[in-house]
C-alpha cells in the first residue's frame, strides 16, 4: 500500500493540474498579465467586465491548487527513503511546503473577493488587486527553501544507487534560482521585475510548472524502483 | 537443497549506506542564526516594524510614515520574501531534534505544523500588507491605515500558533529522558507562552503597557524572545554535537 498510496498521489497531480492549466488560461488577467500601472478605475473595470471568468478560474485554481500537496509528500517520503546521514532535509521541506501552500491559498481568496463586489470604492478593488498580485508573485523564499533542500538531500544521498539521479539536484537549484526574481514584484511597477514582467511571470511561473512535470517523472520512477526493491525482499 | 538465495537487502535499507557524518544537520544548523540576523536587519532597522509604531495614530500620521519609509521598508521586506524560507529548516531541525526524545513523535510533528501555520499570520502578512501600502504610497490614509493595523496586529497578535508551538516543545522537553535539551530549556519556552498570552490584549488597547507597542506586550515579549532563541540555537548546536554517529531515529 505504500506504493499505491505514491502512485496515487503522483496521478492526482496530473489531473488536477491539468485543471491547474485551465484556470490559468481562463483567467482574463493572465493574457497579457496585468500591469501594475493601471488606474484604480481600470482596476474595478477589469473585475466588473471579467466577473464570470475571473470566479470561474479562480475557484478552479482554490480547488484544485493544494491538491498538488500530495506530490511534494512523496518526495518527502522519497527524501526520508535517502541515504543521507539524518532525515532532517525532509522536515525542513515538508515544513516549507506547508507555509508555501498556504501562501497560494491566501494569494487567490484576494482575487475572489475583489471580484465579489467589483462596485465598492476602486480604491479598494485595487488594494485587493495589489495584495493577491504581491502574494502570488512575491514569496518565493519557501519554493527557494523546500529546493535547496531538495538538492542537499540528493547530494548527500550514499546510495550506491541513489533515489533521485544527481542531475534533478542541479535541475532543482536551476529552478530556485529562476524564481528568485520574482521578489522584486512586491515593489517594481516596471521593467522584467513587475508582476507582469518577463522575469517575476513568465520565467517563475514556467520554471515552477516544469519543475512539477519533470518531478513527475523522476517521482515515477523512483517509485517504481521502490516496488521492484521492496518487491525483492517480499 | 540449497536454501532459496536470500533477497538482497543492500539497495533496500539506506541505514547501511547512511554516511557517518553530521553535514546536513551542521549546514542547517547555520542557516538559523544566518536568518535570525537577517530577520533583525530586516524587522529591526530596515522595516521598522520593531520596535512597533504608535498604534494611536491618526491616517495622516500613518501615511507619513510609510511615505518617510518607503525604501527601507522594500528593501527590507522584499528580502524577507527571499530568506523567509530559513524559517522552514528551522522547523525541520528542531523537529528532528524532538524526534530524537524520548518521547512519541507526535508533538515533532505539532512542531512543524504549528509553526507552518504561524509563518504566514505571525511573519509574512505584515511583509503584505506593509508592501501593498508603500507599492502606491499615494492610497487614500484610510487605505494605508487598514493596512497598518493588518501588518502589525498580525505580527504582534498572531498568538495561538505559538503558544502551541511552545507547548508542544516545552511538554517534549519535560517528558524526554535521553536528555537532548536540558530540562530548564522547558521554563524559558513556557515563559515564552506568557508572554504571547499578555500580548492578547494588543486587540484592545491602542496605548499603554498592553499595546502592540506596549512595554509588556512588546518589549517583555521580545527580550524573552531573544533570550528563547539565543539559548534553542546554542542547545541546538550541544545537542547535534552530542549526537552520536549512524544513530538510528525510529521514524
Redesign the interface.
Known amino acids: 500500500m505504500r506504493l499505491t498510496s505514491q502512485t496515487v498521489s503522483l496521478w492526482m497531480a496530473v489531473v488536477f493540474g491539468a485543471l491547474l492549466l485551465i484556470g490559468f488560461l481562463a483567467f482574463p488577467g493572465f493574457f497579457p498579465p496585468m500591469s ?1 500601472n493601471m488606474t484604480a478605475d481600470q482596476v474595478a473595470a477589469f473585475y466588473s467586465n471579467h466577473r464570470a471568468m475571473i470566479r470561474f478560474s479562480m475557484i478552479v485554481f482554490n480547488l484544485c491548487g493544494i491538491m498538488l500537496i500530495p506530490l511534494f509528500m512523496v518526495i518527502v517520503y522519497q527524501m ?17 511546503v ?2 508555501g501552500a ?2 497560494f491559498a ?1 494569494a487567490d481568496l484576494f482575487w475572489l473577493i475583489a471580484a465579489f463586489r467589483p462596485d465598492r470604492d476602486p ?2 478593488v ?2 485587493l488587486n ?2 493577491a498580485w ?2 502570488f508573485t ?9 529546493n ?2 531538495l538538492a ?2 540528493i547530494y ?1 544521498d ?4 541513489p533515489i533521485f539521479p544527481r542531475w534533478v539536484a542541479h535541475f532543482s537549484i536551476a529552478t530556485a534560482v529562476a524564481m ?1 526574481p520574482a ?2 514584484a ?2 517594481f ?1 516596471t521593467g522584467p521585475l513587475a508582476w507582469n514582467g518577463f522575469l517575476s511571470f513568465w520565467l517563475r511561473i514556467g520554471a515552477y510548472s516544469l519543475f512539477i512535470v519533470v518531478m513527475f517523472f523522476v517521482l515515477r520512477s523512483a517509485v517504481r524502483r521502490q516496488a521492484l ?2 518487491g ?3 | 537443497m540449497t536454501v532459496a538465495a536470500k533477497p538482497d537487502l543492500t539497495e533496500v535499507d539506506p541505514d547501511r549506506y547512511r554516511p557517518r557524518n553530521k553535514t546536513d544537520l551542521t549546514v542547517c544548523w547555520w542557516i538559523i542564526p544566518i536568518f535570525y540576523n537577517f530577520f533583525g536587519l530586516i524587522f529591526v532597522l530596515l522595516a521598522r516594524v520593531m520596535p512597533p509604531q504608535r498604534a494611536d495614530r491618526n491616517p495622516d500620521q500613518i501615511a507619513a510614515f510609510f511615505h518617510a519609509h518607503t525604501v527601507t521598508i522594500q528593501i527590507g521586506f522584499c528580502l524577507l520574501m527571499v530568506v523567509i524560507g530559513g524559517s522552514g529548516i528551522a522547523n525541520g531541525l528542531v523537529a528532528f531534534q524532538m524526534k530524537r526524545m524520548s518521547v512519541s513523535p507526535v508533538f515533532a510533528y505539532a512542531y512543524i505544523a504549528a509553526l507552518a501555520v504561524g509563518a504566514l499570520p505571525g511573519c509574512l502578512m505584515a511583509a503584505f500588507s506593509f508592501l501593498t501600502a508603500t507599492f502606491r504610497p499615494d492610497r487614500d490614509p484610510q487605505i494605508l491605515a487598514l493596512l497598518y493595523d493588518i501588518g502589525f496586529l498580525s505580527f504582534v497578535g498572531s498568538l495561538g500558533c505559538f503558544t502551541t508551538q511552545y507547548l508542544v516543545l516545552a511538554l517534549a522537553i519535560l517528558l524526554d529522558k535521553n536528555n537532548i535539551f536540558p530540562r530548564w530549556m522547558a521554563y524559558v519556552t513556557i515563559w515564552q507562552i506568557v508572554t504571547e498570552v499578555l500580548a492578547a490584549p494588543v486587540f484592545v488597547v491602542k496605548a499603554g503597557p498592553f499595546a502592540w507597542n506596549g512595554s509588556i506586550s512588546f518589549y517583555q515579549g521580545t527580550v524573552i524572545f531573544v533570550v528563547y532563541e539565543v539559548c534553542i540555537i546554542y542547545l541546538l548546536k550541544k545537542a547535534i554535537e552530542r549526537q552520536p554517529l549512524g544513530e538510528r531515529i525510529p521514524d
Open positions: 501594475p526520508k527513503r535517502m541515504a543521507t546521514p539524518s532525515q532532517v532535509l525532509a522536515y525542513c521541506y515538508l515544513s516549507a506547508a507555509s498556504a501562501l491566501l480604491q479598494l485595487m488594494v495589489d495584495m504581491i502574494v512575491a514569496p518565493v523564499g519557501m519554493i527557494v527553501a523546500q535547496a533542500c542537499a538531500a548527500l550514499a546510495r550506491p544507487r528568485l521578489a522584486g512586491a515593489v511597477r526493491e521492496e525483492a525482499v517480499g
